[in-house]
């Protein structure tokens, strides 16, 4: 067993100590509380404690464990649930004003899910306003620190999950990815994150679909092993474990002109190579372009969703009061039309098509999982990468036509840059390969070993 404390522990470890004896789900859930406590004051990660509720699923789980009925590798695990995701009887407010005190009756189904597995469920983790922008900050509760250098962002949408993740407030986090919001993030702080690929994880109860079937709900963890074990109780499906055989691989340094960080760059390079060692066929491919044409347009999907949501908040009669930058999104999605939309369906069916080409000549895809390190908390976004102006989604270039496409996409972490801050990589495979991911990932894992939790310092960027 591991000489980390409780809290420090993976939620596979945690299963073993439960089966041993050696601790309970109640010792476990207190030593995470203690240090909630302890950081999330700093890091404001989590924003809905549920410490009695936590309480009394850990005793539930506790007498599961000692008569021998656990109900899964997950029983009496503490994770947190994304505050955009619907969790009976817990405060759920999807980073808005316009949801401040907002309490669903029912469970979104993957949260049920994980509750009908035993897990024990802190509370909800910090979101930008509707989980449509890269940085992890609102009105309600204000910005999520990275725990790596508590002055720079962990990025977003699912920033406060990866905050409570890195700094030991629970193994796992259930979370949403609707253009990156998972893998980028995990990459920020050193931690594993999948997208699974579209339709794999059901989705009922919760909050209207703005961004489409774009968006999905997956695992992020400290490992490949709990992130497989929680995507398992979530999508309701097996995964497979065997080693992989030697796999053909892209690697694709860039897209197109689009400036990368040059830690970032090397990093990744090293990671290609890695793979490479282990006897993988990893050919280079630069002057990449499928992916532009949905870069190009994918601020049509966000702007017309948050448009919609907005206006069907008037017609109701309800107040809207919402942010600035949220505002302006809306109104830049009422300029959209019909057309503009249909346009963006056919873009998107037509790089579907150039996706489906590649990967007739490649089992998957590496590439960085963002093109910039964090920057610091009070900016929107990085304006500057590798000396090249950029906009709001200069960083976040990677990631989105996965969504566009239903593509499964996995972030693992790489060699950190000279400060020590984490950089992350992605495997993106063709859809419904979300298991070979999986495998490749802990191959490397095993090979490579995994990413070391922050120690968290006094460094402000």
Known sequence: MSDQPLWGLTAGQLAQAFAAGSATPVQALEAVLERHDAVNPRLNAVVTLDRAGAQAAARASAGRWARGEALGPLDGVPLTIKDNILTAGLRSTWGSACYADFVPELD??????????????????????????????NVLFGPTRNPWNPGLTPGGSSGGAVAAVASGIGPLALCTD??????????????????PSRGLVPRRHGFPAILDAFEVVGPIGRCVGDVRAMLRVIAGAGAETAPPAAKRIAFIPSFGEAPVDPAIAASVTGAA????????????????TLAEPVNAIWSIVSETGVAWLLDAHLKLGRDAPVQPGIAAMAERGRGHSASDYLGMLRTIEAAGEAFDALFSCFDLLLMPATAAQPWPVGQTHPDVIDGQSVGPRGHAVFTAFANALGLPGLTLPARPDRDDMPIGFQLIGPQGSDDRLLALGAAYEQAFGGFPMPVLSDREG
């Open 178 to 195: 609707g253009g990156g919001s998972i893998r980028r993030p995990a990459a920020h702080t050193g931690l594993v994150g999948l997208k």
């Open 273 to 288: 190579e890695r793979f490479a060692g282990l006897g993988h066929a990893v050919e280079r491919l630069d002057d990449f």
């Open 108 to 137: 979104e189904t993957p949260v049920a899910r994980l509750r009908a597995a035993g897990a024990v469920i802190l509370g909800k983790t910090n979101v930008p306003e509707f989980t449509v922008q890269g940085v992890t900050d």
